[in-house]
């Protein structure tokens, strides 16, 4: 796990032009925009890891509330800076804060610096305090392995933790395919409101 301090000082502030020229920054872009259509104007979105706020254009195009949520100040302070009215927590999702309720959570690169057991956690916590969510996870078909320095989760093990946290996959889009391990978007929708 990196910690907070990381994505500080310099690292921080060239964190978006540093990544989005990559195509992965793109196809993560353009899936949560397709996903985020379908949200009624006024809802609120839960954006956790929110980072220097890349989503909250889209947020505030469509007329939704945000709350973001980041365990790093600097990169915090980028997003606000923004001014698109979303509100922010300094807060990581590890130590289970509260968080009101949001419609929709999108969070796209938090899985992959999490470990299985902390993955499982967080899920729970955010099936409870939302209804559907967007998760950008890396998973490998046979085992745990390392990739860019982060550790990609088993795929049975995540389908598992899902399964705990009372969480259904509507879809599943690829976006890198390598032999060792798949990143995808993952749509996830809370059991008892697929049920109802």
């Known amino acids: 796990m990196i910690p907070a301090t990381h994505y500080s000082g310099r690292v921080a502030r060239e964190y978006e032009a540093q990544r989005s020229g990559q195509w992965e920054w793109t196809a993560e872009h353009d899936a949560v925009a397709r996903w985020l259509d379908g949200a009624p104007r006024g809802s609120t979105v839960l954006d956790a890891p929110v980072g220097t706020g890349r989503f909250l254009e889209l947020y505030a195009e ?40 949001s419609a929709r959570a999108v969070c796209v690169r938090l899985a992959n610096w999490l470990t299985p057991p902390e993955l499982s956690s967080v899920l729970r916590l955010l099936s409870s305090r939302t209804r559907e969510i967007v998760l950008g996870i890396a998973t490998s078909p046979v085992c745990s392995v390392e990739v860019g320095g982060a550790r990609t989760h088993v795929e049975r093990m995540v389908l598992e933790d899902l399964e705990t946290a009372q969480l259904s996959v509507e879809r599943r889009d690829p976006v890198t395919l390598a032999r060792e391990y798949t990143y995808a978007i993952w749509y996830l929708q809370r059991r008892d409101d697929v049920a109802g």
Do not use: E, Q, Y
């Open 62 to 101: 469509r007329g939704l509330r945000c709350l973001g949520v980041d365990c790093s100040a600097d990169m915090l302070a980028i997003a606000a800076a923004k001014n698109t009215g979303a509100a922010f927590l300094r807060a990581d999702l590890r130590d289970s804060p509260f968080i009101p309720f």
